[in-house]
């Protein structure tokens, strides 16, 4: 899809990736919705952008449909959505709360989820009203979608539930003429780690700036590319992962 001139609306933009997106798609010359929980640093990425801010908790069901409504309500359309809005976690399943184990799975999934069928409804309209439209839904998902963390079981199973998701959303989406796509970054240099509980220690894989994941982003945009792992080298083991699981995990455990 073409850029310039595009409505695209990015969730978990205050800061980290989502915030390098809206950065790099305003530059590309689209017009950018951010949303995010917090409303002080959303309003820090939108301003110099004039992108527009919806601020809000993904943990609200009924927020990913306002999104979208507010967006065609501000704009009179929408063109992509990234979808990256994430919450982290590091420790052992047994040990998280309740509350906790829910708040992952509300906005790692059911928001996606959620987010996904209010744009699919808005795209299809778009669709049949003008046949040369046509859009595309990214989402963020992570590595550890594809090999899995122990010691992060309820994340990886929450990205890997979008993996799972984004293929058949695509085939769904197909008559609309909407590529969705995933993309799956190893370590990132944001605030994730912070609020996952656990900073990051490990010499491999090393962290990449924000910004290049963003622009991984845009290329996915604009290729319709189905399922992107950044950096590549990461692909190695997420192949192996999948084709011989127990050899993965034997050598996962032997130099992590």
């Known amino acids: 899809m073409q850029l310039a001139g595009a409505v695209v609306l990015v969730t978990g933009a205050s800061r980290g990736i989502g915030a390098a997106t809206a950065r790099a798609l305003a530059a590309a010359g689209a017009h950018v919705v951010v949303s995010g929980r917090d409303a002080a640093a959303l309003a820090a990425v939108a301003g110099p952008l004039g992108a527009t801010?919806?601020?809000?908790d993904l943990c609200d069901p009924h927020l990913p449909a306002r999104l979208v409504a507010r967006t065609v309500e501000r704009h009179g359309r929408l063109d992509a959505v990234v979808a990256n809005a994430g919450v982290g976690h590091a420790g052992p399943v047994a040990e998280m709360t309740v509350d906790r184990i829910a708040e992952l799975v509300d906005v790692n999934v059911r928001?996606?989820?959620?987010?996904?069928?209010a744009t699919a409804e808005v795209m299809a309209d778009q669709a049949a009203a003008d046949p040369a439209w046509?859009?595309?839904?990214?989402f963020l998902s992570s590595i550890a979608a594809a090999v899995g963390v122990p010691g992060e079981s309820v994340y990886s199973a929450t990205?890997?539930?979008?993996e799972a998701f984004a293929p058949l959303l695509g085939e769904e989406l197909r008559p609309a003429r909407v590529r969705v796509s995933t993309v799956l970054p190893g370590v990132v240099e944001t605030g994730f780690f912070a609020t996952r509980g656990l900073p990051y220690d490990r010499r491999v894989p090393?962290?990449?700036p924000a910004d290049r994941v963003a622009g991984t982003v845009l290329d996915v945009l604009r290729t319709g590319r189905a399922r992107t792992?950044?950096?590549?080298?990461?692909?190695?083991?997420?192949?192996?992962?999948?084709?011989?699981?127990?050899?993965?995990r034997a050598l996962a455990r032997r130099f992590s």
């Open 53 to 56: 801010a919806l601020p809000g």
């Open 111 to 117: 928001s996606q989820l959620l987010l996904a069928r």
């Open 134 to 138: 046509s859009g595309a839904v990214v």
């Open 159 to 162: 990205k890997a539930a979008v």
């Open 206 to 208: 090393r962290p990449v």
């Open 229 to 248: 792992i950044r950096p590549r080298w990461l692909t190695v083991p997420a192949r192996l992962a999948a084709t011989a699981p127990a050899t993965y």
